[in-house]
Nanobody, 120 residues
């Protein structure tokens, strides 16, 4: 059994910063690609950023230069530092992890979601 716990969502003014974190726990053998997605009201869920086990990163064009994804492999944690936030960043943010369990093959897991609201 694997659990994901997200934290860090909040209400912030435009231009401000937030840091999201997502920690996986349970019967984990290894964590492969980690990522963050977001879903705004009335829109489809979209990729924000991903980071591979080797540290390679990928960002949506809309967040390049403003957001930074990082991971702590010892703690099975992925973080998203969000700077220069804009109202259009308002969404529910979900972490996404590919985890190989001690007794299971590689599976995809989603966090419960954390609300980020940016006021203008």
């Amino acid at each position: 059994q694997v659990q994901l716990v997200e934290s860090g969502g909040d209400l912030v003014q435009a231009g401000g910063s937030l840091r999201l974190s997502c920690t996986a726990s349970g019967s984990i053998f290894s964590v492969n690609t980690m990522g963050w997605y977001r879903q705004a009201p009335g829109k489809q869920r979209e990729l924000v950023a991903t980071i591979t086990s080797g540290g390679s990163t990928n960002y949506a064009d809309s967040v390049k230069g403003r957001f930074t994804i990082s991971r702590d492999n010892d703690k099975n944690t992925v973080s998203l530092q969000m700077n220069s936030l804009k109202p259009e960043d308002t969404a529910v943010y979900y972490c996404n992890l590919y985890i190989m369990g001690v007794f299971t093959r590689r599976l995809e897991y989603w966090g419960q979601g954390t609300q980020v609201t940016v006021s203008s």
